[in-house]
Structures are given as structure tokens and as C-alpha cells.
């Protein structure tokens, strides 16, 4: 079997799941308690990094190191955009994922990395159609809407993801030479984009991400059609995190039942304070197209 399709089955293992952001080894098994599929070991969650406007970077490889030994899920970490050495740095750690993350400062400002030529699987965000078909063409494993990190507000991770969808369907009357339009205005392969109408999908697995702060939010997110969740701030900047931490795993589990999703949002405490779009300094979610 392909490396490509073992890093894509390996991705499907996460579906229905949810990939929390931890800054320690005790918020990695706070989030393993609770029911992570996945954690993503960073020095600084999406808030932080916001508020201190800073140049952020791959974090320290011994802090990811000592994430990875006190947990036995898989262990992601993030590279900056097009930042091939740290993605090196991390593919020789043995992580089990990494995300080409816009939540750190870009290293290149036109390209991503070049992903085929790895063996650890890429994750990577999108906003539409054309930037989630650009990343799988240069060999990304999943993907993941990019919202708007560290704001705990789910408003740009619903309007990508919708985005997303009405791209995706509108591919269906489209007719060779349209389509072939389509993939010249994507810049990727005309047969990945027959791919995509034929499967009315990405052909990979698309989660949401950015701005999810409560259970009400990931089970919104789900019913909109991801296939699991990333948090970031929204568990460790709430009020009690191991409680929010296993609501939003639970949500995600239950979001098609209004009644039991009333009651995993009990008395969780103060979920993390949310930003509104127009106050924002910098809109991440616009670097790397």
C-alpha cells in the first residue's frame, strides 16, 4: 500500500473525534482522560499567541518529546507555513501528524510545504474548495477548516465550512470543460476535482477548527458535515477545563440528540471569553492560500 494511502487511513481513525491543543504533559493526559482522539503539542494556545503578537514558531522539540512520553494517543505538532526544516525536525521525532498551521507566523509567504516527499502525515486548513484541493495535491492527509483561531468564536469555522459545501455540490452540474475551468481557477488536477464531484466530498478527511468553544458549537459543527473537531483555546482558557474537555468529546459524540447535548452543557462553568471578528488585529485564517 502507498504511503498516501496509509497516511489517509490513518487520518480516518479520527473520525468522529476530537484533537485538543495542550501547552503540558498534565493538560495531554487532562485531554486523554477526557477522551482525545488526538492531542497537538504547542507551546502557546491559539489565544495566547493572539494576545502577545509575537513571532510564533514550531515549539520546543524536548516539550514535545515529553508530551509524547506521557500519552499513548497519537501526538501532532505544528509547523509554520511552508517551513519544510521544522516539519523535518518533527517528522525525525517520530510525531504521528503535523499541521502546517496559519496560527503560526508563515515562513513562506507563497508556498507550502511540499508534502509528497514526507512519510508522517500533513494536516492543513482551508477556507473553501480551491485552498482544501491545493493542499491534497501537495499531499496533505486531511484537512480542517481554518476558522479563526484563539477568538472562541465559531463564526468563520461555520462560514468556511459552508463554503466548502456549496463549492463542493455545485461541482455536480458541471460538465468536463467547466470543470476543467474549475481545476485551471484551483490550480490542482482536473481528475482530483472529478474526484471531488464524484464523491460529493474532499477525498480526505475535513475537520473543523478555530473559534469552538462549547459542546453547543461542536455539535453544530458536526451536523454541518465535518467529521470531527480541533479545539484550541476554547478547553484550557474555560473555567474548568477537564469538564469542558470531556463535554466537547461527548457533544461530538451525541450531536445528533438535542436532549442529551442539554445535558452535557450543564454547569461546565465560564466558557472562554469570545472576540468579535471586527476587533481583531490580525485574521489568521487569511495567511497561506
Not at 499541521?99 to 508556498?111: G, I, M, N, Q
Request: aromatic fraction near 4%; charged fraction near 25%; charge should be neutral.
Amino acid at each position: 500500500m502507498s504511503r498516501e494511502k496509509v497516511n489517509k487511513g490513518f487520518a480516518e481513525m479520527f473520525k468522529n473525534g476530537v484533537i485538543m491543543d495542550v501547552t503540558t504533559p498534565e493538560q495531554a493526559k487532562i485531554a486523554e482522560d477526557a477522551g482525545a482522539c488526538a492531542v497537538m503539542a504547542l507551546e502557546r494556545v491559539p489565544s495566547d499567541i493572539r494576545k502577545q503578537k509575537q513571532v510564533a514558531r514550531m515549539s520546543d522539540p524536548g516539550m514535545i518529546a515529553e508530551i509524547m512520553k506521557t500519552v499513548s494517543i497519537p501526538v501532532m505538532a505544528k509547523v509554520r507555513i511552508g517551513h519544510f526544516m521544522e516539519a523535518r525536525i518533527l517528522e525525525a521525532m517520530d510525531v504521528d501528524f503535523i499541521d502546517e498551521s496559519e496560527v503560526l507566523t508563515p515562513a513562506d509567504e507563497s508556498r507550502h510545504v511540499e508534502k509528497k516527499g514526507f512519510s508522517v502525515p500533513f494536516v492543513c486548513g482551508a477556507r473553501n474548495l480551491g485552498e482544501g484541493l491545493r493542499r491534497i495535491h501537495e499531499g496533505a492527509a486531511m484537512l480542517r477548516t481554518k476558522g479563526e483561531a484563539g477568538t472562541g468564536n465559531v463564526v468563520e469555522a461555520v462560514r468556511h465550512m459552508r463554503t466548502i459545501t456549496a463549492e463542493t455540490g455545485a461541482l455536480r452540474g458541471m460538465d468536463d470543460k467547466v470543470l476543467e475551468a474549475k481545476a485551471a481557477e484551483y490550480r490542482v488536477p482536473i481528475a482530483l476535482v472529478k474526484e471531488v464531484r464524484e464523491l460529493g466530498r474532499f477525498p480526505v478527511v475535513n475537520f473543523a477548527a478555530g473559534g469552538i468553544a462549547t459542546p453547543a458549537d461542536a455539535a453544530m459543527m458536526m451536523a454541518l458535515g465535518v467529521d470531527g473537531i480541533f479545539v484550541g483555546s476554547g478547553i484550557f482558557k474555560s473555567e474548568n477545563p477537564p469538564r469542558m474537555a470531556s463535554a466537547i468529546v461527548r457533544a461530538v459524540i451525541h450531536w445528533q440528540d438535542p436532549a442529551k447535548l442539554a445535558e452535557i452543557s450543564k454547569n461546565l462553568g465560564n466558557a472562554m471569553i469570545g472576540l468579535e471578528m471586527e476587533g481583531l488585529a490580525t485574521q489568521m485564517a487569511e495567511r497561506g492560500v
